[in-house]
């Protein structure tokens, strides 16, 4: 099991995450949870004539933005006291005293809340270049919320997206070893269905196997919710896509035009594949390029040496993209949208549901393309 052991310890090394897990010669696990590893530091605050201490970090999760949000919401727009749960969820002295309680905390001074802002600013570069690019004519605590809510929002679904993907391949090549299970066929039929890796699901959703096209559907209804299409929206947009026709495809879901939506995507897609094949000739002998399905055929073909940690998200994107995109059988009825029966006018009602996939396959391929150094050039209209 020695080559194994190496490739796994390898991709903990490219990932960051050999400080915390570690294959042996023995082919043991070791986990080190790591108790103080987040930038942190001691601040004190005032309540009444007590002064207090307590420890904060830095990091600030898509998970705490969201509560931080839910907190400004309830309270009908209370600034100071969504800031406050945002730091009490930051806490990482885990022998919290009484007085670090949100009822408490709600009483102390604002110079703890702004000392607290410029250590954020300060530790955390990307966040502090977002906050700096806010109108410095607002409030630090105003410049401070729009700055989660807005820029930096998007980087960290992106930082929970890249960790997630990597623990998760880390941890199916670990059980690939045990040989306890092979779930490259449970990808491959969730492709089948129309699913492809969901970034911000849990990372085990596609281990099992949905029984059919609808149990797939109802396990990833409350998932795939606008919120979190929203933050994917923003990171397939700094992929190498068609910004205008993705900017349209956008706007077409955000307004319910979902059959115009889901022409935009699959013409996105099938453009990848065209553009793949290389540019166009002028030679007239030479055969045309391959599209839609062809293409997709054209593209796997060369692609037969893939890590065995691959198999399973591989499998799962191209059997979803093989039906999206098959030959419509004389346009008979598909539970999963396909190009041609939506193309020729054949179909029925295109639902929200068929554009989250497309969004999905969209952005797994041009993960796919980006991990491999698949580049396309850009062809003029």
């Given at each position: 099991m020695k080559e194994l052991r190496d490739v796994i310890n390898e991709r903990l090394a490219e990932n960051g995450f050999s400080q915390f897990m570690e294959i042996h010669d023995d082919d043991s696990l070791t986990l080190r949870i790591p108790c103080n590893t987040p930038p942190k530091k001691e601040f004190q605050y005032k309540l009444g004539p007590k002064t207090h201490y307590c420890y904060l970090s830095s990091v600030i999760t898509a998970y705490d933005i969201f509560e931080m949000q839910k907190i400004y919401n309830d309270t009908k727009g209370n600034l100071r006291r969504a800031i406050i749960e945002l730091m009490h969820k930051s806490n990482i002295d885990f022998n919290k005293p009484i007085e670090f309680s949100i009822k408490y905390l709600s009483n102390a001074d604002d110079q703890f809340i702004l000392d607290y802002i410029s250590f954020v600013c300060r530790e955390n570069i990307e966040?502090?270049?977002?906050?700096?690019?806010?109108?410095?004519?607002?409030?630090?605590?105003?410049?401070?919320?729009?700055?989660?809510?807005?820029?930096?929002?998007?980087?960290?679904?992106?930082?929970?997206?890249?960790?997630?993907?990597s623990i998760m391949e880390i941890m199916r090549l670990w059980a690939?070893?045990?040989?306890?299970?092979?779930?490259?066929?449970?990808?491959?039929?969730?492709?089948?269905f129309g699913w492809t890796y969901i970034p911000f699901a849990p990372p085990n959703l596609f281990d099992n196997e949905p029984r059919d096209f609808y149990n797939a559907n109802s396990i990833v209804k409350n998932i795939c919710t606008n919120k979190n299409m929203y933050s994917l929206f923003d990171i397939i947009n700094s992929m190498p896509v068609n910004k205008e026709d993705f900017g349209e495809a956008v706007f077409c879901y955000k307004n319910r035009k979902y059959k115009a939506c889901s022409l935009l995507l699959f013409g996105i897609i099938d453009s990848f594949f065209i553009k793949a094949q290389g540019k166009r000739s002028l030679n007239k002998n030479k055969p045309r390029r391959k599209v839609s399905e062809k293409a997709i055929e054209e593209?796997?073909?060369?692609?037969?040496?893939?890590?065995?940690?691959?198999?399973?998200?591989?499998?799962?994107l191209f059997s979803c993209l093989k039906v999206m995109f098959s030959n419509a059988n004389d346009f008979a009825k598909s539970p999963v949208i396909n190009r041609h029966i939506v193309a020729h006018g054949m179909g029925a009602k295109v639902k929200k549901r068929d554009c989250i996939q497309l969004f999905l396959a969209l952005y797994n391929l041009m993960e796919f393309a980006k991990k491999h150094k698949i580049y396309v050039l850009s062809e003029g209209k």
């Open positions: 966040f502090s270049k977002c906050y700096n690019r806010t109108d410095d004519s607002k409030s630090e605590m105003e410049r401070f919320y729009s700055t989660c809510l807005q820029e930096y929002l998007s980087v960290a679904m992106q930082n929970m997206i890249n960790v997630t993907s690939n070893r045990e040989g306890l299970f092979d779930k490259s066929l449970s990808y491959m039929n969730w492709g089948k593209f796997k073909e060369p692609i037969k040496t893939l890590p065995e940690s691959e198999h399973a998200l591989f499998n799962n």
